[in-house]
């Protein structure tokens, strides 16, 4: 008598440890093996977009801090972008440094907090995900003596950035360095060669090339698939056009090589972090802008970065008021998060897990 | 009245319940005061494993912080060392649920069934020199059927509550725990041919040579496949905390989990006093006839200690992977383990059937030997899945120079 199997529908989240936020999947198994994946979200939805159209451009910063709550310097770059071209400012030199410098910093800690996690997905017991976050906390500590916040923190406005460094803050940038070297080679030794590591991850959950391109993919994901796909280098913006990195790019879209790609671009990171403290001089910080801002009846703008999860996007229209006539949020997450189907059907429910963890989805993002 | 034990007694080789029963038996009569005896020691034991369970969770809590550059648990008394009796106390004022659809009968019996095997298990592990609550003279069998009653109470507890992750966690349990039975017991059979006998005080006093070095891959195989057997990483899968949020006891609460956890701690110990006793020389030492106990719970200390390491490092393996570890590394291991075992025990021994020290020494090194030889084996055939570290199709750094 053959054994009668059936599959089996399983909510993974919303209240789920390894969703990276309010997230939830309706999987179908066949065992241990996915059948049918489909994401739903929505569960952290604030209306960013919509809140956008009744403040001013100057208040709408503290609105993109809580996107990706991660990588929220990156966030208030990007818009702060727009809104220099809605208005035509030209930023000073010095702002333009103190941006990429702390845009790269964060990048630093938004690609660790992504390591920790998804090695916490592989099932290390947070061995790996405390280092991180130990070097994280040191990053954040820089960004609270640069504005007094450490996760929302609001330190690019519209012309330049909100303040100076204070004069302690480039010691405590050069011993953060000093410690990085070491404390960042204990977490590569650790995870990097790890045997299991390679086995759960190489060759699992590959995204070919063509699919990420067709999905808009961006950011390392797209660039673990095998394109040299990156804003920093295509249309620099801020002070990039004057640094040297490298763009790692592997070709073989698996879990392995998402977690390649961000390893590498730590250490291309911190490389553009210390040019930019040779490179930066003295000047103003801030463009002379007025209090309430009025950018043109009708002029539109996009304003576009490498963020940490990929092309992340503002672009605006302005009716002539004090605040936009309408705000759209190009957010990586939510696109990268459109190819988990593709990428999951036929793996077992541990790689989904795994591969949620490579992907680095943020739900404050995605759901916006 | 004076009871005398006589040696035909079963119990006759356990040095305290001599004591207790010759102490009580002054008192009461002799049938009672066997049975006093008898419940006192039990009380003593089952005590001693919870009380056990408690310290050592504290003890890897603390450890596990140290490995994460975290303090760990330190409020609540001398260096947070109450730590366990407070998590008891909430967890004793907690709510005890039974989801809607649980078997109640079968849920509520699935914590006693995985604590029983705990404390059974210390029944016949000597813990000094003729300590051993029974001296059974199939020992080691019997601490195999014992152990193998967690893989039911494990599928009850996914079966009963209700719940797919609990399903999901208990199918795993199971295959886990059935995968590995056969390599452990393999490796349990070239202890057994060197020691020539099955009881756990015979299997101790023939280590003049610890079984550790006498038997290195039969004590890997014996420690990966207790690691799975006790659901600890990197074979934690049955509660693959990041996947299953905790797997077979999903739906447990209050005094239930406190159970599961004391059995889960506790089983940590009791396999750490199996394999002391089996691969260490269980309590042998210096000045063991006194210090006995002594050596005995600094061995457990430091294999316990080994298992919050191994626990604190390694990301965790697929269900495939681990089935096929058991199968196509760990049995063929035992196998060659046991045979290479059998042909140097029927060349060494004398005519009684023993070896001396001499001979365990020889055996040592041509076991450590056979170990590299399969290891070099067993290494080049799955290098190519691991080796080189890195991308496996390659990967360049592109300076991005527009094009």
Redesign the interface.
Known sequence: MPIQTEP?T?NIGPQ???THGVFRLRVTFD??EILEVEPIFGYLHRGTEKLAESRNYTHIVTLTDRLDYVSSMINNQAYCLAVEELLGVEVPQRAKYLRTLTAELQRVASHLMGLGFF?????????PL??SF?LRERILDLFEMLCGARITLSYSRPGGVFFDAPDDFWPALDQFLKDFETDYQEIEQ?I?????????T??VSVLPLDVAINASVSGPILRASGL?W?WR??APYDAYDRMEF???????G?N??RF??RM?EIHQSIRIVKQCIEQIEPGPTRAEVPLILRPPVGAEAYGRVEASKGELGFYLVSDGGISPYRCKVRSPSLINLTVTEHILVGW????M?VTLGSLDINMGEVDR | MNCVLTPDNILYDTLLFRVIYEWVGGVLPCGLSYAVSGIAIMMLLVNGVLLGAGLFSWVERRL?GR????IGPNRWGPFGALQPLADLVKLIFKEDLTPRGADRILFSIVPVAMLAPVVLVMAVVPFAKDTALANLNVGVLYILAVTSITSVAVFMAGWASDN??A??GA??GVAVLISYEVPVVCSLLGVVLVAGSMSLDDVVSAQTVPFLLVQPMAFFVFFAGTSAELNR??F??AE????L?AGFHIEYSGVKFALIQAAEFGAVLTSSAVMVTLFLSGWSGPLSNYLGWAWFLIKIGVLAFVFSWV???????????LLAFAWKFLLPLSIINLFATAVQVYFFRDSTGMLDTADLWIMAAINFGVALGCLLIFGTLIKE??RP????????????E?D
Not at chain 1, 119 to 127: K, V
């Open positions: 089996m399983v789920h440890p390894s065992g241990e090695l916490q997905d592989l099932g290390t017991l947070g061995t405390m280092y130990r650790l990097l060669e790890n045997e299991i590591v390679m086995v759960r190489r060759g040299d990156d280098k295509m490298d763009v790692p790019v592997a070709t073989g698996d392995y090589d390649w790609v590498q077992k429910l541990s790689d897990i | 596990i490995f994460h550059n975290r797919r992750y399903l999901f199918s795993r990483t990197p934690d899968l693959a905390e990041s996947e949020i626990r604190a490092s390694f990301p965790r393996l697929r269900i495939d992977q899945k691991v570290a890195g991308p496996l199709t390659g990967a360049t750094f592109s300076t991005g527009a």
